[in-house]
């Protein structure tokens, strides 16, 4: 440890440790009271479901509330200004199509994953397979943007020095987090998110409050501010363009960056498994109503931290600060209450990381021991009661594992812009799969095979030869340029291309499903649903 003067002068790095230590051990002895009646695979994947709707849709606040929303978006608007806010407004209208599309007849039709949904009325090994590999990239994409949020945010408040110093922090919050998942399982890591979401929103709540306080509780007056203190390009803050709008490029880049979160959300895995621990299709809808109001209010106070940070901070100080823009909202804090607040809202930012990499981890353990070990490996004859559970537990750890490895290769870039790339890929393999799945008759297993691993394959295709990875002075690999695709989110091309593939691979086979109408009885009614959930 070294002093953080040179980083961040005024912060108290003793302090900070005290209230992370605090936070953590209080959460290890919530997961471990709740892990006590964790025994079936409900238990573990689905919380026995026994979660209430408003529970769910706090909970469900709290596994979206990522870093990317606390740290990044809170840098981007600092930085950015109305080109930042734009994550804002993509990551909440995204939740209406969740509500409209997926979230009822998704929790009807389901059990435990994704995998359920789609394999209802096809072929079960293959389209397991294609499921259980889809929410494993997706997971790992979005697990890079947590391990990256929390490599920077320690670093800037523990006074870590160098790389090595940042990689430990990495594999300790992994660790933490397969312990979380190993202990709890989706009871133990609900509650957290529960915490952590109170915490969150009201820490969110008290800045917003003291940074519009210190302007007159005047909107206009802090935005003025923020201008004053953003250098000579202040005034386009306030305008849309200072990110996106510098070429023809930039701007298709911010149309296929606002595409991928509007439609990613209702794809990702670890959002579309918190459905399915609430009792009734009722609690979803309520589920995702209470998730809606909490996060557009979270996200309207982000609007305000954001400009804050530019107006008490100033750009210069952020990007000149160890975990640059991700480093927005403590250094706010710092600048508003001292080392106090600044620890506070650092745990609360720790929080925020631990319980969506313990949501993400779960998922993707669920998925691959529900959908390939229990169904395609063992053709639905599990050994034991225990053993589907035994195998989720194993893969958590080897998650992890890799986890903490892209985390420490991704730690220097932009939280928002990686979980961006994952909204892509969740928009581009699930999201068409899963439409096509509740609402086309005709669709069949080779249509959902198309359109899943098509889509995978032409996202990370272009992912990986686009400027996000090489190429520019911003890339994950720096001083090589092996680029040649110019958008930095592939979104814009991805999404229809495997809305194309599904459709392709459907026509093309002469396979014809028998299921759909149960499917959709069950999706629109809720009948059977219940009787599904018990098997």
């Known amino acids: ?43 573990y994947y689905a919380a026995g479901r026994a ?9 469900i606040s709290g596994d979206y509330l990522s870093a990317a ?14 080109d930042g806010f734009l994550y804002s407004i993509g990551f909440l209208v995204a939740w209406l199509v969740a509500l409209l599309l997926v979230a009822e007849l998704l929790r009807n039709t389901g059990k ?4 359920d949904v789609l394999a209802f009325r096809m072929k079960q090994r293959p389209i397991r397979a294609a499921a259980a590999i889809s929410t494993l990239v997706v997971s790992f994409f979005y697990l890079l943007a947590q391990m990256t949020g929390a490599g920077g945010l320690v670093n800037l408040l523990l006074g870590v020095s160098g790389d090595v110093g940042q990689d430990i922090v990495i594999a300790v919050v992994g660790v933490i987090m397969v312990l979380y998942v190993l202990i709890g399982g989706m009871k133990g890591t609900t509650w957290v998110q529960i915490i952590k ?3 969150l929103i009201v820490g969110a709540l008290a800045m917003t409050l003291w940074v519009l306080g210190k302007h007159g509780f005047n909107f206009s007056s802090l935005l003025q501010h923020a201008v004053d203190n953003g250098g000579k390009n202040g005034e386009s803050l306030l305008g849309p363009g200072k990110q996106y709008g510098k070429s023809g490029t930039s701007k298709l880049d911010f149309l296929s960056l606002g595409i991928a979160l509007v439609l990613g959300t209702a794809g990702l895995p670890h959002v579309l498994m918190r459905f399915y621990t609430v009792p009734t299709a009722r609690d979803a809808r309520r589920s995702v109503v209470w998730a809606i109001v909490l996060i557009g209010v979270f996200y309207l106070f982000t609007l305000v931290l954001g400009f804050g940070a530019g107006a008490l901070v100033g750009p210069d100080k952020i990007n000149k600060a160890p975990g640059t823009v991700n480093s927005a909202a403590p250094l706010l804090a710092l600048e508003l209450g001292g080392p106090v607040l600044l620890g506070f809202i650092a745990a609360v930012a720790f929080a925020t990381i631990l319980a969506v990499v313990a949501g993400l981890t779960i998922t993707a353990s669920a998925s691959f021991a529900h959908d390939v070990y229990a169904n395609v490996i063992k053709k639905g004859a599990v050994d034991s009661k225990n053993a589907e559970v035994r195998v989720a537990r194993i893969t958590a750890l080897v998650i992890g594992a890799v986890a903490i490895v892209g985390g420490i290769l991704a730690k220097s870039q932009n939280v928002a812009f990686l979980v961006a790339l994952a909204f892509a890929v969740a928009a ?20 959902a095979l198309f359109s899943i691993y098509g889509g995978l394959i032409v996202t990370i295709v272009l992912i990986v030869f686009s400027p996000a990875v090489s190429g520019d002075k911003t890339s994950m690999i720096k001083g090589v340029d092996f680029h040649w695709f110019p958008l930095s989110n592939p979104g814009l091309i991805s999404i229809p291309v495997s809305f194309f593939l599904g459709w392709l691979g459907t026509v093309m086979s002469k396979e ?5 109408a149960e499917m959709e009885v069950r999706a629109l009614t809720g009948a059977h649903a219940e009787k599904a959930s018990a098997h």
């Open 512 to 516: 014809r499903t028998a299921k759909y």
């Open 428 to 447: 581009s393999a699930n999201l068409p799969t899963i439409l096509y799945s509740l609402f086309w008759k005709r669709f069949n297993t080779r249509g």
């Open 197 to 199: 979401a109170a915490l």
């Open 51 to 59: 979660f209430t709707g408003p529970q769910n849709g706090i909970a």
């Open 69 to 82: 929303s606390f740290l990044g978006i809170a840098g981007a608007i600092a930085v950015n200004g109305y």
């Open 1 to 43: 440890m070294i002093n953080l003067a040179a980083g961040v002068e005024g912060s108290n790095p003793t302090l900070n440790i005290a209230i992370f230590a605090i936070f953590v051990a209080i959460t290890l002895v919530i997961v471990f009271w709740a892990s006590r009646n964790t025994k079936t695979a409900s238990d």
């Open 112 to 115: 435990f994953t994704m995998g």
